[in-house]
């Protein structure tokens, strides 16, 4: 880990990294650190959590890089130029308002977000720009991409199916990813994914409804993340695949899409925007 890091050069936009001592959050401090473009401002944690008030650098196991933890979102977004969240969907739409207030970028990659979720942030997208997506990764949005155009290109005789595995730990399903595949999989068809989604299968399901998307998601270990998207007709198969193997991935793409948002005006933006794919 870096010591003291790009201190003194405050001309660089100002990283806030909330969720600091989670599985993203800590390979995100780890990569702003590294990072020559940006300075890291803050660390959040969640309320009550025993980092609060040591250095993050030393909380993580290294050197002290003078970022102190806290659970105070307002007083540290207000002096960040970009905030990279990878939360839960209740913290996102908190550190949402404030980021706005603060006209800062918010990069956001929590998952697990309902309608209620997305309007709210779509009001926030009013005042500052919000880059969002549920996969950071260029891999995976080259994927959704070609996704589209497989879709496009076979008939309602090619069922399709999105099947996603991931860690012990991951609380949403169907994965932010695998919605995206869906939807760009019904994107393709001319359709939306409220049109074409299956509901997750269990019992007496009957036959697969024609034109139908499916979606089947696996729990265990340590999987970072792998997704599938299958194309199944009579006689043959056409298999989709990403696989993501380490975290630095997503964060890359955050970090990324930080410093892109930078000369950007309020709305709302994906990494397709970001990417320019
Ligand atoms: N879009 C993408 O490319 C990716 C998205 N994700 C998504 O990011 C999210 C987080 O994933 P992980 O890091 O694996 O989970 P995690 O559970 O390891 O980390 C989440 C962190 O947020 C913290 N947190 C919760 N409420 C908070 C609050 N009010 N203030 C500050 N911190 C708070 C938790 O204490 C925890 O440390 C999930 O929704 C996951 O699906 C994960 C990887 C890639
Ligand atoms: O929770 C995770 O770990 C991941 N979440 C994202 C998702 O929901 O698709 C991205 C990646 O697959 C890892």
Do not use: C
């Amino acid at each position: 880990m870096s010591d003291l890091q790009n201190t003194d050069q405050p001309q660089l936009p100002g990283v806030v990294v909330t969720g600091a001592s989670g599985r993203m959050g800590q390979m995100l401090v780890r990569l702003v650190l590294e990072n020559p473009e940006l300075r890291l401002v803050g660390a959040l944690v969640r309320p009550g959590h025993d980092w609060i008030g040591q250095d993050i650098g030393m909380a993580m196991g290294g050197a002290a890089v003078g970022v102190i933890v806290s659970d105070d979102a307002v007083t540290a977004i207000a002096q960040a130029q970009a905030v990279i969240d990878f939360t839960t969907p209740e913290a996102t739409l908190a550190f949402a308002e404030l980021t706005a207030q603060a006209r800062a970028v918010h990069v956001i990659g929590t998952t697990g977000l309902g309608p209620d979720h997305l309007a709210a942030l779509a009001a926030s997208a009013r005042h500052a720009p919000i880059i969002r997506a549920g996969n950071m990764s260029l891999g995976v949005n080259l994927l959704v991409g070609l996704t589209r155009k497989v879709a496009a290109a076979l008939g309602e005789d090619w069922d399709i199916e999105v099947v996603e595995a991931h860690h012990r730990h991951k609380v949403d399903a169907p994965s932010g990813t695998a919605l995206m595949l869906g939807e760009a999989a019904a994107e393709g068809r001319g359709a939306t994914l409220d049109d074409l989604r299956t509901p997750a299968r269990d019992g007496i399901t009957g036959p697969r409804a024609p034109g139908s998307i499916g979606f089947a998601a696996i729990r265990g270990g340590d999987v970072v993340g792998e997704h599938d998207v299958i194309f199944a007709t009579s006689g043959e198969r056409i298999v989709l695949r990403h696989l993501a193997t380490d975290r630095a991935i997503f964060a890359r793409g955050a970090i990324r899409a930080a410093i892109w948002g930078q000369d950007k005006g309020p709305g709302e933006y994906d990494m397709h925007d970001v990417l320019g794919l």
